[in-house]
């Protein structure tokens, strides 16, 4: 270890370190031979160095992955140690190579997080079998070559055009779940700790070092399982003490030791017993072996943080794409806005708190792009995109073209819809729209300028609660709501309380599994019954709107008498502010959500409950055709610019209108510029959507003839017999108008 310590600081070439780094393990194992060969892009293993066999086989001997015994290796990202290395099934004689004379074989793989760059292998003419020792020096050597590999200095050593497997453009499929095109460099959020000191001075003191942070990393362990939120049963509990287990399994730790015995220092032995593990099971199919190897994963980059601290790579990439197999909210705000292009996510679903945040922050986002993580090397070229799910690692120079080509468009439809920010939003026919942006974080307020937006016209306080790690404080809530009504300088937000339970889980409320949940103990069923947490929110925004107009709205009402309900309790937060000299606010508006087709048969005695309705598009699709929102398989199977819903949606709209009560609608309908129109044309007037929508819908609009499509989608929604999707209808109408949808 020493001398290679020697060797790999002395001033060589490449080749001639490569050349000396094989010809002194020879020597010190007292092997014949000793070969180098690395893994290509093409999936060859090309022989790039060797002691004992043919020198003019260099660069020119090669094996398929998965052929002869080094492809097996490579293949496999196992050892192989044999004393006949003829007789195994494998074999394959290389006639260049000369080494037809030799019968015991040791062949390891050179690893790097897991993944196979190369294979190390020592032959002896005597049929012998190498000790436990031997293959444990063998690879710690290998390890040294894939630090060699990984930072690039073996790259045109063999002929023009070779490309290493390393570097080896690799594309992905995942799912968009953010809308973007990021283009920039790999940033890992668990960083693959770049070990860069590899030989330890004095095996007994790192012995030590490596004792004193498994210490640490058993306490901080302990310390976590015994927090209050996590000491009840549930995965989280279930996760850390699957850790404790690991962090005190005896084999890990001696593995550990060992590989500090011989020679590496502690974080390099995290990093080679990790590594060797990673690649043994990544072949593994069973999930609950994969899920182990996760939180195997998280323990390694634990203990290698606590032995050399936090790598802050991200202070030198501007254009960060951040990949991880998943993530918190909270850490994702942790990065800098504008050092981030992308992200990815090994995981990750449409409803994830991270998506939620990234979204509302801009970032394209790309989930499900399984295997990322360990083909990615921090500093790679990357790109995601968030449009159609790719993310192209180390794209070639052509996609990189394409991508290119694609943002200046997107850029210069941006620059088009800015300029229309300033315009009005009215129609062709002069009719006025009112165009309000939904929002949920702080992260939001800056859009309501720079999207042109009337207002906020849904806020949906719940994201506060999702991506805390614990129950926002009164104080928070009213902070947060004051900045919200502070930014929006007067132009009217609308405020929804607590839409927690279904598919927003806030981890610190415990609540039982249910069979059912989007039907479930959600929302304003909830709050109801949990009068403590509504009336804290409440007073939070009665408190923060002091002497404004504040504009209150309850989720998911199913019966006009929750709404009565829930009015009580604000009058009883209103009293109880008076009471203790509080300022309340100037004027107060209490609104319902129409998420729920029961609401459809009393819309005359919600109108007389309420000051304003709003229509969760969302929610009352998903109940009204019974169709799971988030299950991809039914979600699209109904049109929501089918007849019958759209009548529902008129029926809202009509009785509105008889009790003089502002009806908006702010699920993604608003947003989509051809379901817009058709709102429009049904008659409303009001429409809230998510910020990046409205320029796409305000050049709809700005080109439509409101009157001439309520004439013609009357007629056809009149019409008997024909087909119930106005689909067909609406996009004839916007392609004989010239109407960008
Ligand atoms: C809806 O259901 O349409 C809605 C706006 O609420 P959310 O998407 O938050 O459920
Ligand atoms: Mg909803």
């Keep these: ?75 496999t990202a196992r050892a192989l140690n044999l004393s006949e290395a003829q007789n195994h099934p494998a074999f394959t004689y290389l006639p260049e190579t000369g080494e037809e004379i030799f019968h015991s074989f040791l062949g390891v793989p050179i690893l790097r997080a897991g993944r196979t760059l190369g294979v190390l292998v020592v032959q002896n003419k005597a049929a012998r079998n190498y000790r436990e020792e031997e293959l444990e020096a063998l690879e710690t050597v290998a390890m040294v070559v894939a630090e060699m590999i990984a930072a690039g200095s073996l790259e045109g050593l063999s002929r023009p055009g070779v490309v290493l497997d390393l570097s080896r453009p690799v594309s992905f499929t995942g799912i968009p779940l953010s809308e973007g095109i990021g283009l920039g460099h790999v940033v890992l959020h668990e960083p693959r700790v770049v070990v860069t000191n590899l030989f330890n001075e004095n095996g007994e003191t790192e012995v030590d070092r490596l004792t004193v942070a498994l210490g640490f990393l058993r306490s901080s362990i302990e310390s976590m399982l015994s927090r209050r939120d996590v000491a009840g049963e549930g995965e989280h509990r279930a996760v850390l003490e699957a850790y404790r287990m690991f962090a005190n399994d005896r084999g890990w730790v001696r593995r550990l030791e060992e590989a500090v015995r011989n020679g590496l220092t502690a974080e390099a032995a995290v990093e080679k017993v990790q590594s060797d593990m990673r690649a043994r099971m990544m072949h593994m199919t069973d999930p609950y072996i994969r899920e182990r190897l996760h939180d195997f994963d998280d323990l390694a980059n634990r203990l290698l943080r606590q032995l050399i601290g936090r790598d802050d790579l991200i202070d030198g990439i501007k254009d960060a794409v951040i990949v991880a197999r998943s993530m918190g909210a909270a850490e994702l705000l942790d990065y800098r806005r504008d050092q981030i292009r992308g992200l990815v996510l090994e995981e990750g679903a449409t409803t994830s708190h991270v998506v939620i945040v990234a979204r509302a922050l801009g970032i394209p986002v790309v989930g499900q792009a399984k295997g990322a993580v360990s083909m990615a090397e921090n500093r790679d070229a990357i790109i995601v995109d968030g449009e159609d799910g790719g993310v192209h690692l180390r794209p070639p120079p052509e996609v990189e073209a394409v991508f290119g ?337």
């Design 1 to 75: 270890m020493r001398r290679i310590r020697e060797l790999m600081a002395e001033p060589l070439e490449p080749q001639a370190r490569l050349d000396q780094i094989v010809k002194l393990i020879a020597r010190n194992m007292v092997a014949e031979v000793c070969s180098l060969y690395v893994l290509r892009a093409d999936s060859v293993l090309e022989l790039y160095a060797t002691e004992g066999l043919n020198p003019g086989s260099v660069h020119l001997a090669q094996l398929k992955l998965g052929e002869g015994l080094v492809g097996t290796i490579a293949a």
């Design 405 to 741: 080509d694609k943002v200046k468009f997107r850029a210069r439809r941006q620059e088009r819809f800015r300029s229309l920010r300033e315009r009005p939003a009215v129609t062709r026919d002069g009719v006025p729209i009112h165009m309000m942006m939904n929002a949920g974080l702080l992260v939001d307020l800056p859009q309501l300028t720079e999207s042109g937006a009337e207002g906020i016209g849904l806020f949906r306080t719940e994201l506060q609660f999702m991506v805390a790690s614990t129950m926002p404080r009164t104080s928070d809530q009213q902070r947060l709501y004051s900045a919200v009504l502070d930014a929006a300088d007067g132009r009217p937000v609308t405020f929804r309380t607590l839409d927690v339970g279904g598919d927003k889980v806030l981890p610190y409320l415990s609540q039982s599994p249910e069979e059912n949940p989007a039907l479930g103990y959600r929302a304003v069923r909830l709050s109801l019954d949990r009068p403590g947490l509504m009336r804290t929110q409440l007073r939070a925004l009665l408190k923060a709107a002091a002497g404004r107009e504040m504009r209150i709205m309850f989720p998911m009402i199913t019966d006009v008498f929750e709404v009565h309900q829930a009015r009580d309790l604000i009058e009883r937060e209103i009293d109880h502010l008076r009471r203790f000299g509080h300022v309340v606010p100037e004027v107060l508006k209490v609104g319902a959500m129409i998420e729920v087709p029961a609401l459809l048969f009393q819309l005359d005695a919600l109108m007389e409950a309420v000051d304003f309705v709003s229509i969760g598009s969302n929610d009352l699709f998903q109940f009204f055709s019974a169709v799971d929102r988030g299950n991809a398989r039914v979600a699209t199977r109904y049109d929501d610019l089918s007849k019958p819903f759209l009548g529902a949606l008129k029926a809202i709209l009509d009785a509105g209108n008889r009790h003089g009560v502002p009806v908006t609608l702010c699920g993604e309908m608003a947003g989509r510029p051809l379901s817009a129109m058709a709102l429009i044309g049904l008659g409303f007037r009001s429409i809230s959507m998510s910020p990046p929508a409205i320029g796409p819908v305000k050049e709809m609009l700005t080109s439509l003839d409101a009157g001439a499509l309520a004439a013609e989608m009357e007629a056809h929604m009149r019409a008997p017999g024909a087909a119930s999707s106005m689909r067909e209808v609406l996009v004839r109408f916007a392609e004989t108008h010239a109407i960008p949808y």
